[in-house]
Each structure stands twice: as structure tokens, then as C-alpha cells.
């Protein structure tokens, strides 16, 4: 019997293994069972992929594909490159600031929702935060517009004028139009938005700390807050550093609450790659998907290399890979 | 053995979902593809056969099913009678072509049309004919995808009744081909005035006659209280879509501070193509937009606003926030802004503003090139496919009676009658209006999706239509018919769009360039020739010296 048919159980005993057609012939309901979704994937995910190929010709919406070689990347990091780096760099600034103040503000909400002692306040106060999650970003992009409107009807802007902020000669702000104001106020919603949904994640970890911990911290006379930062807060810290890793690799994928939420007069802090390559594909009347491709193509190498950035980062607080 | 059973069992479900999705992917392809767009009995045109047996296979042919899209423009929308609109032209073209034709309509959102046209063709879902914007015709043009039409043009039934023909001779290229008809002229905006808001204030719109009378108009709107509520500084002067419009003319929707520029790329008079953006008239035109926007005159919201959005905040029932001007479409939407105010119970009288002397020095507002319908050709170097197209879908529409009455009113008894009736709309409010009708009269009903107003036109407007009806239908509101003489007493064509390979595939970065500009300058206050340097000339000015050179080597 060869060495290729022998393995060790968790005792050490060596079990022989049957012949690999055996083994299948033996599972084959299972493996009958697992081939329509071998089918699926290959179909629905790696089928589209031969896609990329696009990214090497100029590919309009009428006539034959012709093939380019590297014309569209030279585009892309030449013609266009201000453009597109500015996409770029803005994916990455907003959406790790977001990745960090959104995790950020659902910690802190976590912590101050764990030492509530009224159950149906808590309860209450968590649906409540909750509910921003499961509002369409359209929805929330027109109840912001409304609120920030620079017209005299502008909810903030009047605020701000009747609390004197504003004096007569001061124009009201265009928060969604305006450089300076467009990020913070996008990063606000953000917060607003996915603060509750966040807390899931951290005050399921939090419901896991043994409470021997807190008494043990009682009986040592630690305060409130003190209790809060050497025994709540350190329970949490594996759970943190595993959502920031899982998040870290999605980075690229933002689209839709940039989309909803910026216009032409924000591009340079707004414009992200999903934005950039929506518009480069469908405000035109005869786009080149092929340079669209091709943006999808970096952006996808991109996040190919914060995946496994990610993977790297999980082997090395978690033991465990993401992938 | 149950569990066996069960996962056999769930494996061939799947398996069995697969394939049926695969079967319908296979059919949807079929049926959709170029090759094949919607024709049921295609004749076989090889090489090997004859000429003779060509004819007659042309003759033969019948396209019993066609596929169209169309943007907004058909008015006679899903909810609007359109499937009645659909039923008596299916009717009238069976008729006409001796065989039974299933009109098949696919209305597109009208702000996102150019995206979904793109996203259409992107997937090989070709229909026969459609709806395109003059500029998004240039582009498509020189692909081959669309049918050259001039000779079935040259021979339409139509053509003896014509009295604009140099609408679609202009759009023949230089070899004498048409791959678009336009059954219209373009149209154009004029701009409007709420008269409340200038007997609010004392003004006579007679009086407005120059840039500086203009914009002292809005920044009274703004300053002062013309809504009459009490509050001065809670209104605008002007609001638009936009300070540069994202498709040609670009300008029409403020013209005032555009005046002499027009930004974008155009060909002068001796027929050298150059930018028109880069240039001091569109410098000039930006500090005057800055200079309204400081002073309140433009509502800031003209920055990001849509259409609809800068439409429904004009006529919105509450004024505050609203402004008094609004430069938009003439004609048919003259009466609709008016029948909007009235709904919403704001004072509904307008005035239409004679173009400024700065305005009317370049020839007044400008009237943008037609949308043209065009027919895909299938490529198979046969033409009994399009010219049977071009015979049952263009040549009715202008046939001066049962089918062109249907593209200009809609469909019979639903949107307009000849049968004795009378209504009324909004009953029991101020504005309420009685209708009464003899039978025999021809005249326009209620809109089947709004009774407190009366259906305006369908697809063509009878006042713009190359080719008027021969059947005596007439039922214009006075409104509409003085909107359509004021705007062709006071228009100037717009210039030509430019047809180049490069501005087609950077049209959208140098729209986004000149926005750049136009935002830093007229909302930052920044200093135009630096914003015209860094924000247009760094970024796009090589590719424009590219398509300059294209078009002037054309």
C-alpha cells in the first residue's frame, strides 16, 4: 500500500484510504448534490470573468471588438489619469475613513448600550438605531437633499441662520455641493446610517464576556468607566480587528451612497471608481466599454491585493485566514 | 436511502433550473439578436440567387412584428393610453400593409435615455426603429448600424405634402446619405415670467430689454417679496437644470448669461471647427453667472437641479424658495407650465420674455436640432427588411390622416373624440373650465391619467411637424399655438454637433472638465482664466487639439 493511501487519525493510527474513485463512487450523492452548484458558479461566476478580456479591445456598443493590446491602460494612465487617480485616491480616502467612523461610532454606541441597565429602554434604543439600515440610499440621499438644501427652504441652512451662524450677507451653504462640506456630511450619513446595524456584531461579542470578570473587577473597586476600559473594551478587541480586516478587502466596492449623494461640482473628493466608470459607460452616447473594463479590471487587481493583504492581516492577529 | 433520494432529488431540481434558465437565455438571444430583430418571415437573399428572385422576395417580405423605443417624447405613456394609442395603430398599419402588425413599444426613462440606449445595443437587444437625440445620432451615424433612408426617403408617400424640407436634407451627409428622419424641427426654450411676481413688484415685462434690465428683474425677485408672503430674500430670480446643459444646446436653458458663447465645439463661419469653450465670450458668460449667483439671482440649486426637479420647484405649490423666470420648452409646454401653476393653485398667468437685445443679436433662442428616428439595419446587405421599416413606421406617421393623427393626438375616444360631449376640469375650484362639444368636432379629451387637465398633443406637435395633417384635426389650446409662433418669430438654429471619433469617446470627460470650470467659477468664485488653465486646458486640451484636428481634416 503506498504511503498516498495512508492517513493519521487525531490518535496516530495509521487508516488506509480507499482509491479516490472509490471514495466518490461511495459519496457520489453528495457529490451529485455539489454539482449543480459547481455548474452555478462556473456559469454565474467564473464564465463572466472571460469578460476581462474586453479590457485589451475597443468595445462599442455597435460594430465587432477590436483588439487594442494595452491602449485602454495607457488611456487610463495617460489622457485620463487625473481623472481616474482622483477616483482612485477618493475610493480609498472615503472608504476607509468610513470603514473606521462607522466601526468606530458602533463601538462606542455598543459600549454605552451594554451598560444600560433598562432592558426595554436598550431594546428600544437598538430598533430605533437599527432602523436607518434598512432605508434605501435613495431614500436617504433625497430626505438629506431636502434638509441641506441651499434654497431658502433648506432645513439646516435656516437653523443655521436662525441661530445667527449665518448673518445676512453670508449665502446659505450647499453642503452636497461644496468641496470642503461634501465629505464630512457624507461621512455623517454614513455614521447615521450604519452605526446601529454595526453594534450587532459588538454587543453579541459583549453578551459573551464572563461576568466573573466584572465581579472580580468589582471586588477590586473599578469604576464604572474603569470596568469599561480593562474589561469590556479588551473583550471586544479580536472582534474589532476581525471586522476591520473582513471590511478592508470591500474597500473598492462603493458605489451606490456615493452615487445617490454627489454631483458635478463635488467630483474631486466625490468621485469614486464605480462613479467614474457608471459615467464613462452610460453618460456618453457611444462608450468604449473597453476602457470601462479596463478600470474594472485595475480596480479588481486592486482589491485582489487588499484581499490578500487581508488574509495576511487575519493569519496574523486571528491564526486563521480569511480565504 | 430517504437522504439519497432527497439529494437526487434537489440535484435534479437545480439541475432542472439550470437548464431551464439556459433554454429561456437561448430563446431570449434568438429573438433579440441583430440578425434576426423581430422578423418572422425572413427571405433567404444568398448570393445564389437571383436578382429577379431578390425582388420578389422583397416584395414578399412582411414584418409582422416591430420593435421600437422611445424616450418621453411619446406622450401617450403606460399610464397615459398608451395601450389604446399601440391597438389603433396596430390597426390602422395592418390595414395599410395588408398584413397584421404587432407594434411592440419600449419607453425608456427619458433623463436616462442616452445610458439605456447604450446599455441596450451593449447587449445586442436591437430594435427596428428608435428615437435619437441629434447629438447621439451624430455619433452613431458613422457606425454602420444605422439604415441609410434617403432613397426610401426620395420616395415616400409623404413627400408632395412637405413643407419643411430642409429639416431632414440638412441631415444628409456629404455623399447624400440619411440614416435619421426627423418628422419635427427641433423646438427650443423661450423663457417665461409668473406675472403675479411682476405686478408684485411693479414691473412691465416690455420693459426687459436688456442684460442689465434682466438681471435686475431677478435680483428684485430675489431681494424683495414677490411671492407676497411676507418674507423678502425667500425667492430667486431664475432657476434651471443646471448652469450647462449635458446635451445640445447646451445654453437654451439660460440664455441671458450664455448670450454670444456658446461652449462647446462648433464650426465658424468659413467652416473651421474650434471650442467653443475656451473662449472670451464664455468667459464673460461665466462671470455674469457668477455674478447673478453672488447676488441671489439664480437659485443655487440650478447647480445640481434636473429637469423635473427645477420644473415641479417652479410651479410648486409653495412659492417660497420658488423663482419667477424659467427658461424652458416652447409650444406644447407653454400651456403645460400654465395647467401645472393652476393645479397646484399658484397664479398661473405667464409671460413670455422677448429675447433680450443680447440674446436677439445672435438671432434670439436657439432652436436645437431635431431628434430623428432612425431604423437598425440588420447588416445582411438586404433591404427589404428596413425599406418594409421605413413603409409602415415613417410613411404612416406622416400620412396626413388616421396614423399620423395618432403620432400627433393620440389614440381616438381616449385622448381626443369627435363624438358630442362635454366636461369639466377642476370642477368646483376657481380655475374650473367647461368643455362642450357638438358631435362631429373634433377636439382633445381629459388625459386619461389627469382629468383636471386636457391632453395636450402625442408624439408630434402639430405646430412642428414637417408634413401637416391633411384631415382638418385641429385642436391646439391658444396657449401652445401662441408658445409655437412666439418661439419661431424669436429662434436662430443652434449650431451643428460635431461628429468625431475622439469626441465620441471623450465626450464625457470633457463634459466633466467644463463643469469643473463652470462650478469653480460661478459657486467658489474663482478666478476664470486660472479655472479655464488648471481645471479645462490641463485636462482636456490635448484631446480637444485632437479633435479639432479630426474635424477640420474632415
Not at chain 2, 408672503?229 to 445654453?251: K, M, R, W
Request: proline share 3%; net charge negative.
Amino acid at each position: 500500500m503506498s504511503k498516498k493511501n495512508v492517513a493519521l487519525t487525531s490518535s496516530g493510527a495509521e487508516i488506509r484510504k480507499k482509491p479516490l474513485s472509490l471514495r466518490i463512487w461511495n459519496n457520489r450523492g453528495y457529490y451529485v448534490m455539489f454539482l449543480p452548484v459547481l455548474i452555478f458558479v462556473l456559469i454565474l461566476y467564473y464564465w463572466p470573468m472571460l469578460g476581462v478580456r474586453y479590457a485589451f479591445y475597443e468595445y462599442k456598443p455597435v460594430g465587432t471588438p477590436t483588439f487594442v493590446g494595452l491602449a485602454n491602460f495607457e488611456k487610463m494612465f495617460g489622457t485620463n489619469v487625473k481623472a481616474f487617480m482622483t477616483a482612485f485616491t477618493n475610493t480609498l480616502e472615503l472608504s476607509i475613513v468610513r470603514l473606521l467612523l462607522t466601526n468606530l461610532s458602533a463601538i462606542i454606541v455598543s459600549l454605552f448600550l451594554n451598560e444600560m441597565g433598562n432592558l426595554f429602554a436598550k431594546k428600544t434604543l437598538q430598533t430605533i438605531i437599527y432602523l436607518p439600515h434598512f432605508m434605501s440610499w435613495a431614500v436617504v440621499a433625497s430626505i438629506f437633499s431636502l434638509f441641506l438644501s441651499p434654497s431658502s427652504t433648506g432645513l439646516v441652512n435656516g437653523m443655521l441662520r436662525e441661530w445667527g451662524i449665518l448673518g445676512d450677507a453670508d449665502k446659505n451653504i450647499y453642503f452636497l455641493a461644496n468641496s470642503d462640506w461634501w465629505r464630512p456630511i457624507f461621512q455623517g450619513i454614513n455614521i447615521w446610517k450604519e452605526t446601529g446595524w454595526g453594534t450587532i456584531v459588538f454587543l453579541a461579542t459583549l453578551s459573551g464576556v464572563n461576568p466573573e470578570l466584572y465581579e472580580a473587577a468589582d471586588i477590586d473597586g473599578a469604576t464604572r468607566m474603569q470596568k469599561m476600559f480593562y474589561v469590556t473594551l479588551p473583550a471586544l478587541g479580536s472582534t474589532i480587528i476581525t471586522v476591520l480586516i473582513l471590511n478592508l478587502a470591500k474597500v473598492l466596492n462603493m458605489f451606490e451612497p456615493v452615487f445617490v449623494l454627489y454631483n458635478n461640482a463635488v467630483y474631486d473628493v466625490a468621485d469614486v471608481i464605480s462613479t467614474y466608470t457608471y459615467r464613462q459607460t452610460f453618460a456618453i452616447a457611444l462608450p468604449n466599454y473597453g476602457y470601462t473594463t479596463a478600470v474594472g479590471l485595475f480596480r479588481s487587481l486592486v482589491g485582489c491585493v487588499l484581499v490578500l493583504l487581508s488574509n495576511w492581516l487575519s493569519k496574523k492577529v486571528r491564526g486563521r485566514g480569511i480565504i | 436511502m430517504k437522504k439519497k433520494a432527497l439529494s437526487l432529488l434537489l440535484a435534479s431540481t437545480m439541475v432542472m433550473s439550470l437548464a431551464a434558465c439556459g433554454n429561456n437565455d437561448a430563446a431570449t438571444t434568438d429573438s433579440t439578436s441583430n440578425d434576426s430583430a423581430s422578423t418572422t418571415e425572413k427571405t433567404d437573399s444568398s448570393d445564389a440567387k437571383t436578382d429577379a428572385a431578390t425582388d420578389s422576395a422583397a416584395a414578399d417580405y412582411q414584418h409582422s412584428t416591430l420593435k421600437m423605443v422611445v424616450n418621453g417624447t411619446l406622450t401617450a405613456t403606460v399610464d397615459n393610453g398608451q395601450a389604446d394609442f399601440e391597438a389603433q395603430w396596430e390597426a390602422a398599419v395592418s390595414e395599410r400593409m395588408g398584413y397584421a402588425v404587432d407594434l411592440q413599444i419600449q419607453q425608456l426613462d427619458h433623463s436616462g435615455y442616452t445610458d439605456a440606449v447604450g446599455r441596450l445595443f451593449a447587449s445586442q437587444d436591437y430594435p427596428d426603429v428608435m428615437i435619437m437625440s441629434a447629438e447621439q445620432f451624430k455619433q452613431y451615424a458613422p457606425t454602420g448600424i444605422l439604415w441609410d433612408m434617403a432613397d426610401a426617403y426620395a420616395n415616400a408617400e409623404f413627400q408632395n405634402r412637405i413643407t419643411l424640407t430642409a429639416i431632414n436634407e440638412n441631415l444628409k451627409d456629404k455623399e447624400g446619405r440619411l440614416y435619421g428622419f426627423a418628422p419635427t424641427y427641433g423646438n427650443g426654450c423661450v423663457t417665461y415670467v409668473k406675472k403675479a411676481w411682476l405686478d408684485a413688484l411693479g414691473i412691465n415685462a416690455d420693459d426687459i430689454k436688456t442684460y442689465d434690465d434682466y438681471l435686475n428683474m431677478l435680483v428684485r425677485f430675489h431681494d424683495e417679496d414677490p411671492d407676497g408672503n411676507g418674507v423678502a430674500g425667500d425667492t430667486y430670480g431664475v432657476v434651471a437644470a443646471g448652469f450647462l446643459g449635458n446635451e445640445a444646446p447646451y445654453i437654451n436653458y439660460l440664455p441671458e448669461f450664455w448670450q454670444d458663447a456658446y461652449p462647446a465645439i462648433l464650426e465658424d463661419a468659413n467652416g473651421v471647427w474650434y471650442d467653443g469653450f475656451n473662449t472670451q465670450e464664455t468667459k464673460d458668460a461665466l462671470l455674469r453667472l457668477q455674478d447673478a449667483y453672488n447676488k441671489g439671482a439664480i437659485d443655487p440649486e440650478s447647480l445640481t437641479a434636473s429637469t423635473k426637479i427645477a420644473r415641479e420647484k417652479w410651479f410648486s405649490n409653495d412659492q417660497t424658495g420658488s423663482s419667477g423666470v424659467f427658461t424652458y420648452w416652447a409650444g406644447s409646454w407653454y400651456q403645460t407650465l400654465t395647467d401645472n401653476l393652476v393645479k397646484n393653485e399658484v397664479d398661473s398667468e405667464l409671460v413670455q420674455l422677448a429675447p433680450i437685445e443680447e440674446v436677439a443679436a445672435i438671432g434670439g433662442y436657439l432652436n436645437r436640432e431635431a431628434p430623428v428616428w432612425v431604423i437598425i439595419d440588420d447588416g445582411d446587405g438586404d433591404n427589404a427588411r428596413e425599406q418594409e421599416i421605413f413603409d409602415m413606421f415613417i410613411d404612416t406617421m406622416l400620412d396626413g390622416d388616421v396614423v399620423q393623427t395618432l403620432w400627433t393626438y393620440g389614440a381616438e375616444d381616449v385622448h381626443w373624440s369627435t363624438k358630442a360631449e362635454s366636461f369639466t376640469t377642476n370642477a368646483g375650484t376657481d380655475s374650473a373650465k367647461e368643455y362642450n362639444y357638438e358631435e362631429g368636432k373634433f377636439h382633445l379629451k381629459q388625459s386619461p391619467n389627469d382629468p383636471n387637465s386636457v391632453w395636450k398633443k402625442n408624439h408630434l406637435d402639430p405646430a412642428l411637424v414637417v408634413s401637416p395633417l391633411t384631415n382638418g384635426y385641429v385642436d391646439q389650446s391658444e396657449l401652445a399655438a401662441a408658445g409655437n409662433k412666439f418661439f419661431t418669430d424669436n429662434c436662430i438654429d443652434a449650431p451643428s454637433s460635431p461628429t468625431s471619433e475622439t469626441y465620441t469617446n471623450e465626450s464625457g470627460t470633457i463634459y466633466d472638465a467644463k463643469m469643473a470650470v463652470v462650478t469653480e467659477v460661478v459657486t467658489n468664485n474663482g478666478n476664470v482664466d486660472d479655472a479655464m488653465q488648471t481645471l479645462y486646458v490641463d485636462v482636456v486640451g490635448a484631446t480637444i487639439e485632437t479633435i479639432l484636428a479630426e474635424l477640420n481634416a474632415q
